[in-house]
């Protein structure tokens, strides 16, 4: 069975800096998605950036990316130039159909 | 495009009572997908639908729990003989579907379920 892991509960960072979130995940699978989503205080889930485990290239979105370690099954995420709107619970997740997700970390802006 | 909806959005039981939930997916989504969210957890996989057949459910769905898709357009979630462990969020999901590829998955607000 899949197994993601997140192992930073907690996470805060001063606006206009960068944070690293952590997550490693466990499969026998060569051929699957990982995933990160943002769910803020009381709002619905939504995917941020996501990373086919095929390519190589790690994934970018605007202030958003990726660094995937296929070998290490390691997934990190970098948030470039936090802003007050990024606080929120974030989310990795493997698969396609169902997701399997890990135990969210939660992020902290400091202003 | 109004998204997925969810109702009723909270919802408060005594256990040993039956509940139902509704989801409505974003209209041409044929996949739909049911997930549990505990405190301090992150989202667990229940069932999905594609159209109106339930392709998957999780070993987490005892025999309370059933969900439908009539007509592979709004979906249902039933809950029989509520415990005090069934208290979650549970979140509906919705995406477009087929062979191969990658589908984004659209969440919506979530019911919040407490029993008493």
């Known amino acids: 069975a899949q197994t993601v892991t997140q192992s930073q509960p907690e996470m805060s960072v001063q606006e206009a800096e960068t944070v690293t979130l952590s997550c490693t995940y466990d499969t026998s699978e060569s051929d699957y998605y990982l995933f990160w989503y943002k769910q803020p205080p009381s709002r619905q889930m939504i995917l941020v950036i996501r990373q086919e485990a095929y390519k190589q290239q790690n994934a970018t979105e605007n202030r958003f990316s990726v660094n995937f370690q296929k070998a290490a099954k390691s997934f990190s995420l970098k948030i470039s130039d936090s802003q007050l709107g990024d606080a929120a619970m974030y989310f990795c997740?493997?698969?396609?159909?169902?997701?399997?997700f890990g135990t969210g970390t939660r992020l902290t802006i400091i202003p | 495009d109004t998204g997925v909806s969810q109702n009723p959005r909270h919802k408060i039981t005594k256990r040993g009572q039956n509940v139902t939930f509704r989801c409505d997916p974003i209209?041409?989504?044929?996949?739909l997908y049911w997930y549990r969210q505990t405190l301090g957890q992150g989202p667990e996989f229940l069932t999905y639908f594609q159209n109106e057949a339930q392709l998957e459910k999780s070993r987490l769905l005892s025999d309370r729990f059933s969900a439908e898709r009539p007509k592979g357009s709004f979906s249902t979630l039933e809950i029989q003989r509520t415990e005090q462990g069934d208290s979650a969020m549970y979140l509906c999901?919705?995406?477009?579907?087929?062979?191969?590829?990658?589908?984004?998955?659209?969440f919506g607000p979530g019911t919040r379920l407490t029993v008493t």
């Open positions: 999901a919705s995406s477009l579907g087929g062979a191969g590829g990658w589908y984004e998955q659209y």
């Open positions: 997740a493997y698969g396609n159909e169902k997701l399997t």
């Open positions: 209209s041409e989504h044929n996949r």
